[in-house]
C-alpha cells in the first residue's frame, strides 16, 4: 500500500503543516520508503496481547498517579508570557477566530 | 598547593570534585577553565550557548558552600546540559528555530538536582533538533562562535559525524570542554554519541530520572542520563540525577534516589553476560566485532561468564520504534503554535494559517517527516494497525528480554553496526540513520537501562563502544561492569589529538 500525493496533503493538514510542492515529493517519497520496512511489522501475529505503554508495566504493575487538584504554584504569569510572541493585558493574542 | 591549569581538564569527576574539597583548586578557576577550552575548540560546534556572568556566579556559590561546609557531593564541578534541558540564565532551544532564544521561566529537574549536589552549568550543548537524528545533522541552532548552524564535528576526525542527537554533549566531554554533561536517550541518543566519540554514557530505566522540564519528543521513551570519561563519573552524576518527582512527572516511578558508585569494586567472577546472535550478523563492520570482541574476552578474564542468548525481534524494533516515536512526537509537537512560546509567522490569513505558516517556518524537514509519520499513524483507520500494532510488539521485545535475563545478568554486544560515518555521508536519506539506531532501539523499547563503554577503536582508527544492557533497575551492576573493564583497560582514557 503506497501513499498518494492526496494521502500527502491530508495528513498536512492534520498536522497543521504547510508543505511546498517540492517538499510534498519529498515527503512522499521518503514516506513510501519508509513504510516499506514497516510492512514487516504489520504480519506479526499480536492477538491476545495487551499494547504496553509505560515499558517497566512489563514487570510490575504502573499505578497511573493523579495529583491532587490544588493550586500549588504561586502566579508566575509574567515569566511564563516572557516568551509568548504577543501578549497584551496578561492575555495571549491570536487572529480573530468569530467573526 | 596550586594545580596547573593544564591538568584541570585532564582530571575526571571524581578527581577534580576531590580537589575542589580539598581547595586545591576553586570553583571560579575550574569553570573559568572548561569556558576557556570551550571557546578555543568552538569550531568543533559543541557549545550553543555560554552565559560566564550566569557560570561564575554558580562557581562563586559553590566556593563559599565548599569554605562553609556545606557542599554537596558534586561541589564546584563545572558540567554542561544538552539544549533539551530547559534552563535559567540560558536559552533553551532543543536544536530548533522555533525555540530561537527561549528563555525558560524554571529548570528542568534533573538541572535542579544536579545543582543541588553543587554543579556549575558551563553551558549549553548542540543536539539534533528536538533530539531526532543519530548524526547531529538535524540541529538549526548557530554553535558559539557561528552566525548560522554548523555541523557538530567529531574531535577523533573532524570530517565526521559524532553522533546523535547528544552530539555536542559527547563531543564536549571526548575533547575534554567539560568532565562530564547530561544527554537524554531516546532511541540511542546517549549511546551512540559516546560510542562514536570515545567516551562513557548511560541511560538508567524508563522512569528513574524525571521528565519534568526535558523538552519531549517520545513520552514513554525519552530518559536523561550523564555521560562523562569513565564509568566511575557516569555514576556520580546518575546518583545525583535519578529520584522521584512525583508531583511533576506522571511517569517518574516511586524508586529512592541510590548511590550508583556503591557496587562499582564489585567482583564480576561468575557474572553471565548474554551475547544476542542478532547484534553479531552480517552489516557489522569488522572493526567493531573486532574490537567488542577484544572487550568480551577482557570479561572472561575477569571471571565473566558468555552465555549465548537470542533476541529474535531485534530487526523489529527499528519499525516499531519509528511509529511509535514519531506518534508520540506528533502528540508532544502540537503544543508549537505560535500562541504561548517560540516562532509565530509574520504573516498569515487567519488562525489556521498562522498555525500552519508558523510550524512550517519553525521545523526542520526531519522533524516535519516524523510529526507527518506520527499523524497518519494516529490518524482514524491507520491507528490500530500501526500504532497499537507497534505497542503490542513492544511488549513482545519487552518479554524476549525477560526470556534473555532468565538465562544472564547482563547482555553486551556493539552500540552500533559502524564507527562514526562521514558528516554528509547518508545525504538525504533519513532510512540509512533509521537503520543504523538497530542495536540501541531495543532496550529503549523495552525501557532497560543500557550503556556504552569504551571498547577500542575500529574503521578509520574510530572508537568503538561496548553496548551494556541491564535488567530494569540495574544501573549498579551496569556501572560496576563498566568500571571494571575500565580497571582492565585503558580506552577510555585515551583521547583525540591536536587538543
Excluded at chain 2, 559524532?162 to 544527554?183: D, H, I, Q, Y
Aim: proline content about 6%; overall charge negative; charged content about 20%.
Amino acid at each position: 500500500m503506497a501513499l498518494t500525493s492526496q494521502d500527502i496533503a491530508r495528513i498536512a493538514n492534520l498536522a497543521r503543516l504547510e508543505l511546498s510542492e517540492n517538499e510534498s515529493e519529498r515527503m512522499l517519497a521518503q514516506l513510501n520508503g519508509f513504510f516499506g520496512i514497516v510492512e514487516k511489522m504489520r504480519a506479526v501475529d499480536t492477538a491476545g496481547l495487551t499494547p504496553l505503554a509505560h515499558p517497566v508495566a512489563a514487570i510490575q504493575d504502573v499505578p497511573l498517579r493523579l495529583r491532587d487538584d490544588v493550586a500549588s504554584e504561586p502566579d508566575q504569569r509574567e515569566a511564563n508570557q516572557k516568551s509568548a510572541p504577543a501578549v497584551e493585558r496578561g492575555l495571549f493574542l491570536v487572529p480573530k477566530v468569530i467573526e | 598547593m596550586s594545580m596547573t591549569s593544564t591538568a584541570l581538564h585532564d582530571l575526571g569527576v571524581a578527581q577534580l570534585a576531590q580537589a575542589l574539597r580539598e581547595r586545591r583548586v576553586s570553583a571560579v578557576e575550574a569553570a573559568q577553565h572548561f569556558l576557556a577550552r570551550a571557546q578555543a575548540h568552538q569550531n568543533l560546534g559543541a557549545y550553543v550557548a555560554v552565559n560566564a556572568d550566569a557560570t561564575l556566579a554558580q562557581a562563586r556559590a559553590q566556593d563559599a558552600a565548599i569554605a562553609a561546609g556545606t557542599a554537596g557531593p558534586l561541589a564546584g564541578v563545572p558540567i554542561a546540559h544538552k539544549d533539551i534541558f530547559v534552563t535559567r540564565g540560558f536559552p533553551s532551544t532543543a536544536g530548533s528555530k522555533m525555540l530561537a532564544g527561549y528563555q525558560s521561566p524554571f529548570d528542568a529537574t534533573v538541572v535542579t538536582r544536579l545543582a543541588d549536589a553543587g554543579a556549575v552549568t558551563l553551558g549549553k550543548l548542540n543536539c539534533d533538533e528536538f533530539a531526532m537524528g543519530s548524526a547531529n545533522e538535524n540541529s538549526a541552532v548557530a554553535p558559539v562562535g557561528f552566525e548560522a548552524p554548523a555541523p557538530v564535528r567529531n574531535p577523533w576526525d573532524t570530517d565526521r559525524i559524532p553522533g546523535g542527537s547528544s552530539g555536542g554533549s559527547a563531543v564536549a566531554v571526548a575533547a575534554r570542554l567539560a568532565p562530564a554533561v547530561t544527554g537524554t536517550d531516546t532511541g540511542g541518543s546517549i549511546r551512540q554519541p559516546a560510542s562514536f566519540c570515545g567516551i562513557t554514557g548511560i541511560k538508567p530505566t524508563y522512569g528513574r530520572a524525571s521528565r519534568y522540564g526535558m523538552i519531549a519528543f517520545a513520552s514513554s521513551l525519552d530518559q536523561a542520563g550523564p555521560m562523562a570519561r569513565s564509568a566511575e563519573d557516569c555514576a556520580l552524576l546518575l546518583s545525583a540525577m535519578c529520584g522521584p518527582d512525583p508531583d511533576r512527572d506522571s511517569t517518574s516511578l516511586d524508586m529512592p534516589a541510590e548511590d550508583f558508585g556503591r557496587t562499582l569494586n564489585d567482583s564480576l567472577d561468575g557474572l553471565r553476560i548474554g551475547i544476542p546472535a542478532e547484534f553479531f550478523g552480517e552489516g557489522l563492520a569488522p572493526g567493531v566485532r573486532a574490537a567488542v570482541d577484544a572487550a568480551l574476552k577482557e570479561y572472561e578474564k575477569l571471571g565473566a561468564k558468555l552465555v549465548p542468548i537470542s533476541l529474535p525481534r531485534t530487526e523489529l524494533s527499528i519499525p516499531v520504534y519509528y511509529i511509535i516515536a514519531p506518534a508520540e512526537a506528533s502528540s508532544n509537537l502540537s503544543r508549537f503554535d505560535g500562541v504561548k512560546f517560540g516562532h509565530r509567522a509574520k504573516d498569515y490569513a487567519d488562525l489556521v494559517d498562522m498555525y500552519k505558516k508558523t510550524r512550517s517556518q519553525g521545523f526542520g524537514d526531519e522533524v516535519k517527516r516524523r510529526i507527518m509519520i506520527g499523524t497518519y499513524v494516529l490518524s482514524h483507520g491507520y491507528y490500530d494497525a500501526y500504532y497499537l500494532q507497534a505497542q503490542k510488539i513492544r511488549r513482545m521485545i519487552a518479554d524476549d528480554f525477560q526470556a534473555a535475563f532468565r538465562q544472564c545478568d547482563l547482555i553486551a554486544g556493539p552500540v552500533a553496526p559502524t564507527v562514526a560515518w562521514k558528516l554528509g555521508e547518508h545525504g538525504s536519506d533519513p532510512l540509512a540513520d533509521y537503520l543504523a539506531d538497530i542495536f540501541t532501539l531495543p532496550a529503549s523499547l523495552a525501557g532497560l537501562p543500557g550503556m556504552s563503554v569504551p571498547a577500542g577503536f575500529g574503521e578509520g582508527g574510530m572508537p568503538v563502544g561496548l553496548q551494556l544492557i541491564g535488567n530494569y533497575f540495574g544501573e549498579g551492576r551496569l556501572l560496576n561492569a563498566a568500571h571494571r573493564l575500565q580497571q582492565a583497560t585503558d580506552f577510555h582514557l585515551r583521547q583525540p589529538g591536536g587538543l
